[in-house]
T-cell receptor, first 112, second 115 residues
Framework: IAGITQAPTSQILAAGRRMTLRCTQD?????MYWYRQDLGLGLRLIHYSNTAGTTGKGEVPDGYSVSRANTDDFPLTLASAVPSQTSVYFC???????????FGQGTRLTVV | GDSVTQMEGPVTLSEEAFLTINCTYT??????LFWYVQYPGEGLQLLLK?????DKGSNKGFEATYRKETTSFHLEKGSVQVSDSAVYFC??????????????FGKGTHLIIQP
């Protein structure tokens, strides 16, 4: 079934550790996004990529980095995790920046 | 900047009741508008969309009309079911221009339908 796959589904991480959340899509979408979802705050954009080889900062990029080496993959890295990064992370993709986005199932990350 | 405002809830209704979830937006141009639904433990799924003024999006008995004059995109359903219990997100996207890409979301409305 075509779609977006995120891994892991959940993770408990010690503060200060490095962590990469993986995201793969098989729809050949040009644009990909990372959001975090927090209670009372809704979804907030962390980073985005309009096409392979380019990335941009969203609303809450600090403490996160991304890369887009190819069309299918868009990993999100926390260089040194902090408790405030405890959240549910969603990867999404869209054919273009003007079309609807499709979401993965999410990664629940707890930083302790 | 662009923003979306929606009632946060929780909204609790009885089965077969009429549903309205209000959504208003602020944008400098003419956005596309979306409603997404998130069932417990799952990611967001597109429910419906409208890309220009007076367009009506519909799906699974839900409807929303793009009202430019009131900058609104209220979600309605005539008769809700227990299976409609979920969190509903209103969102907008600008089709052109600079700035950060991606959707601008409201904070979500938790809907609870009781049998």
């Amino acid at each position: 079934i075509a779609g977006i796959t995120q891994a892991p589904t959940s993770q408990i991480l010690a503060a200060g550790r490095r962590m990469t959340l993986r995201c793969t899509q098989d729809m050949r979408h040009n644009a990909m996004y990372w959001y975090r979802q927090d209670l009372g705050l809704g979804l907030r954009l962390i980073h985005y990529s309009n096409t392979a080889g380019t990335t941009g900062k969203g609303e809450v990029p600090d403490g996160y980095s991304v890369s887009r080496a190819n069309t299918d993959d868009f990993p999100l890295t926390l260089a040194s995790a902090v408790p405030s990064q405890t959240s549910v992370y969603f990867c999404a993709s869209s054919a273009t920046r003007a079309t609807e986005a499709f979401f993965g199932q999410g990664t629940r990350l707890t930083v302790v | 900047g662009d923003s979306v405002t929606q009632m946060e809830g929780p909204v609790t209704l009885s089965e077969e009741a009429f549903l309205t979830i209000n959504c208003t937006y602020t944008a400098t141009g003419y956005p596309s508008l979306f409603w997404y639904v998130q069932y417990p433990g799952e990611g967001l799924q597109l429910l419906l969309k409208a890309t220009k003024a007076d367009d009506k999006g519909s799906n699974k008995g839900f409807e929303a009309t793009y009202r430019k004059e009131t900058t609104s995109f209220h979600l309605e359903k005539g008769s809700v079911q227990v299976s409609d219990s979920a969190v509903y997100f209103c969102a907008l996207r600008m089709d052109s221009g600079g700035g950060a890409d991606g959707l601008t979301f409201g904070k979500g409305t938790h809907l609870i339908i009781q049998p």
